[in-house]
């Protein structure tokens, strides 16, 4: 009866909305700094194979190769955005839009290690190894009249959701923080911000480093999730599609970001006839919403709105009364 | 001795906008700086606070050469400025861009700020009472919801005032803090900026509204061209025949009255 | 050998300095990074193909073809994703950026649909007929897109430098304000440098079709990087920067093609940008920036 239910085709979409919708706040940490990052498929790229060779080659637990995945990506995002920021906001864009470009053509031409456009099958599956775990301690799918197949999708689907709200959490309270307060001062008015005492250099190459992380955060759980990565997994199209969930749904607030992800993952799936022309779509979409309404979809007023419908349905809210961000 | 300035120059492209200009500031005196627009006044400012690099000279504070330091080492060694045109975080609250200006005096990291571990609940609750005292100290208590941007112009100055004051300076650098005011909103400044020197913080200000300056300064310098052509009580200022000159001989003539 | 790749290098180069100045023209001008400049030099490229390809035409049919068609898509880049930005208030810095995007998403995928994803033959006449000095083989083609871009270049500089409208253009790159004071029609200004932008990437991509006889939809991204990467190289909206800077790449790509890896051809332009920024982040020839 639940395994009616559970649709493992509907499971995976499930997942692709999460992992996107880490992607999402890569692309927004930055952003809310005033830093446009085109990098995000570039990191997301470097935490997958590096995620996925040290779990093939050394055989190494999939735990450790996420966090070597992440961790990589995270050097490299320091390692751009220290140079880049002292200069304008351009070049940021510049150089990280040559970063990701690179390295899609290294992972091309390094075939002794990445086996080039042909790309790397094999990778250990997150929710099989979930799965032989349980068994392990003796539990069968079957005993809640699950497939083993069923039972990957919810177990991978679940953590996914527990890793996402985590960060989604995360990023809330650092946003209602000093910390916070800083990358808005700075995103707002960068002298300003210099002028009161931030160190904007350190503010800055922190955010793009947190964007960095989340990127090749996503990129390893990625790798774990298909078990089959390639080059073209993070081309450029990858960095369009993860700037468009947070142009879509909006900068100024962290639940824009996860909106456009769901909405946009979820979009193609819907109406097939789009997919085809998703990119033409979202080329105009986001001409249109940079003339009409560059802070996206969600913004704070929306939000505001939200609470204030809620709140008046007399939902208790917590004691608390902090502001939308 | 609070603040030395030691033959300052600053040139952009061939242009002098400040050449060997030397003042000095006592504690707890407030000090203005006037002269006709484009004189140089507010790139004096730019150069203490570090937002220009000077092209040659010394600035000097609290007996530390302060030359070369970044914008935001400079508040925290104590020196903090408002902006002639206005420049607050619009978006934010008035009581969020003061607290952004406590920014320099508390330190939760990332982590401590996201686990809201004891000491960062403490700090956040000082920063957050900080930020009310400041607000009720500049007239702004039943604004502290609003957001910067949609208060009115004198309201909008008060709280740049109050931001600065967030960093606990010992020397606040006001530009133009009358500028667009009423008569009204000028009285409670200067009974504002009298209550700022009684907690014994010292002011530097750029003002054109005469009355004020003369009523407020303890010292006044005098900049002309870049150059600095009279320094002394308001008194001295106001019979000295060089600024009388300087004055007359701009369209800043009516403001002198 | 030597002095045959040196001819290939400048070949390629003198067109990177073509698209170079797209970008750099728009930069100056406006302050904004043209994202869809790529995608328009594609544009031109692929009408290349169409027209001596599917029509037989003669190639100075192609030529005007793709000046037309291009300056068409710029008039729409400004009208359509540019204008509507800076009428606005409180935009942020990096609404034109973000919306060029838009348009080289918009731009590569019509491509995809219009012309395919593949490679298209480009077939130029003159493509077999080459000179043999000595040892060296040099072809009709490289001498025809060298001569194109150094006139190019010498009526840019001309135009910018001694017509009227020209000398307003660079009033304009100065202070838009002051020049709009100063009675200069900014607005025309600006539709039209976007614009001469925009036809000069058309022209560059007939260029590089006639040089590597095929081209894609791709091509658009990995040469509006090469572009960016020569504007870095060579100072930030500095004409002869971005002329200069467009040599030096190409002569370096040749170089490691014959004597490094060609796979990694693509990456020098990057690093070039990375080296640019850490030792001298004006550019080669721009001025020191005083903040």
């Known amino acids: 009866m639940l395994a009616e239910f559970i649709n493992p085709y509907y499971l995976q979409i499930g997942c692709f909305v999460l992992i996107n919708i880490i992607l999402a706040l890569s692309v927004f940490v930055p952003l809310s700094t005033g830093q446009l990052s085109l990098a995000s498929a570039g990191f997301m790229g470097l935490g997958a194979y590096t995620s996925a060779l040290l779990t093939i080659h050394f055989e190494l637990p999939i735990i450790v190769g996420v966090i070597a995945g992440t961790l990589i990506a995270g050097l490299f995002g320091i390692l751009i955005g220290v140079p880049t920021l002292r200069l304008q906001g351009v070049y940021l864009a510049i150089v990280t839009l040559g970063f990701g470009e690179v390295i899609r053509v290294v992972f091309v031409n390094w075939e002794s290690l990445t086996k080039g456009s042909v790309g790397i099958s094999g990778i250990p599956h997150i929710g099989r190894e979930i799965l032989k775990t349980f068994k392990e301690f003796g539990f069968n799918p079957q005993s809640l009249g699950l497939q083993n197949n069923q039972f990957i999708f919810l177990s991978i689907f679940f953590l996914l959701l527990v890793i996402t709200v985590f960060l989604v959490w995360f990023f809330r309270r650092q946003s209602r923080s000093r910390v916070g307060r800083a990358y808005a001062a700075i995103n707002l008015d960068e002298k300003a911000a210099e002028s009161m005492g931030i160190n904007i250099t350190y503010y800055k190459v922190l955010a793009f480093t947190q964007g960095a992380l989340l990127a090749g955060f996503a990129g390893s759980l990625y790798a774990h999730v298909l078990a089959y990565i390639s080059p073209a997994d993070f081309s450029y199209h990858r960095a369009v599609d993860i700037l468009v969930f947070t142009i879509f749904g909006g900068s100024e607030v962290i639940w824009g970001p996860i909106f456009g992800a769901i909405f946009l993952t979820f979009l193609p799936e819907v109406l097939r006839f789009i997919s085809e022309y998703r990119y033409m779509i979202y080329g105009l979409m986001i001409i249109i919403l940079m003339a009409v309404r560059p802070q996206g979809l969600i913004d704070v007023t929306i939000i505001n709105w939200i609470k204030s419908k809620v709140s008046k349905r007399g939902v208790k809210h917590g004691s608390r009364s902090e502001k939308s961000m | ?257 | 050998m030597l002095i045959e790749q040196l001819i290939n290098g400048l070949t390629l180069g003198s067109i990177y300095a073509i698209v170079a100045l797209g970008f750099t023209l728009v930069f100056g001008v406006l302050g904004i990074i043209n994202m869809a400049h790529g995608e328009i030099f594609m544009f031109g490229a692929f009408i290349g193909v169409m027209i001596t390809s599917i029509f037989d035409a003669p190639l100075w049919v192609a030529f005007a073809a793709a000046i037309l068609v291009t300056a068409i898509l710029g008039y729409f880049l400004e009208n359509f994703a540019l204008r509507p930005l800076r009428s606005k208030q409180g935009v942020s810095h990096l609404a034109p950026l973000i919306s060029t995007i838009g348009v080289s998403i918009f731009l590569e995928n019509l491509s995809h649909h219009m012309f395919g994803a593949g490679n298209r033959p480009f077939e130029a006449p003159f493509a077999e007929i080459n000179f043999q000095i000595g040892s060296i083989t040099v072809y009709l083609v490289q001498i025809v897109i060298f001569v194109i871009s150094i006139l190019l270049m010498v009526a840019l500089s001309f135009w910018l430098g001694k017509t009227k409208a020209g000398k307003a253009l660079r009033a304009t790159a100065e202070n838009l304000e002051t020049a709009s004071l100063l009675g200069v029609d900014t607005k025309r200004i600006i539709t039209m440098t976007v614009i001469i932008a925009s036809a000069m990437g058309g022209i560059a991509g007939i260029l590089v079709g006639m040089a590597f006889n095929s081209v894609n939809p791709q091509m658009g991204l990995s040469m509006g990087l090469k572009g960016l990467a020569i504007i870095i190289l060579g100072g930030m909206g500095n004409v002869r920067g971005a002329m200069a800077g467009g040599l030096i790449l190409g002569l370096a790509e040749t170089f490691v093609v014959v004597y490094g890896d060609s796979g990694y051809k693509d990456a020098i332009a990057f690093l070039a940008i990375i080296v640019i920024l850490l030792i001298r982040p004006q550019g080669l020839f721009g001025k020191k920036i005083t903040t």
């Open chain 2, 1 to 257: 001795m609070v603040l030395e300035v030691k033959k300052a120059c600053k040139n952009f492209g061939g242009l002098a906008a400040v050449s060997d200009v030397s003042f000095s500031i006592q504690k707890g005196e407030i000090f203005g700086l006037i002269g006709p627009n484009g004189a140089g006044k507010t790139t004096m400012f730019n150069l203490i606070t570090s937002m220009f690099p000077l092209s040659s000279g010394e600035v000097i504070f609290k007996e530390e050469n302060i030359n070369g330091l970044k914008p935001n080492k400079i508040t925290e060694k104590g020196i903090c400025r408002t902006f002639q045109n206005i420049r607050l975080f619009p978006l934010m609250t008035a009581e969020e861009n003061v607290m952004v200006g406590v920014h320099c005096r508390s330190k939760s990291g990332v982590l401590s700020s996201v686990f809201r571990t004891k000491s960062q609940r403490k700090e956040e609750e000082h920063i957050r009472s900080r930020a009310t005292e400041l607000l009720e100290f500049v007239g702004l208590k039943d604004f502290a919801e609003v957001s910067a941007e949609n208060l009115a112009y004198g309201q909008q100055r008060r709280l740049e005032i109050a931001r600065a004051m967030a960093s606990d300076p010992n020397l606040l650098l006001l530009d133009e803090p009358a500028a667009g005011m009423n008569e009204t909103e000028t009285d409670d400044l200067f009974q504002l900026i009298k209550k700022i020197q009684s907690r014994g913080v010292t002011v530097l200000l750029i003002e054109h509204d005469m009355p004020l300056v003369m009523k407020l300064c303890d010292r006044i310098a005098v900049l002309n061209f870049g150059k600095k052509i009279a320094e002394g009580t308001p008194t001295e200022i106001q019979n000295n025949p060089q600024v009388i000159e300087a004055y007359l001989g701009s369209e800043e003539e009516e403001e002198y009255a």
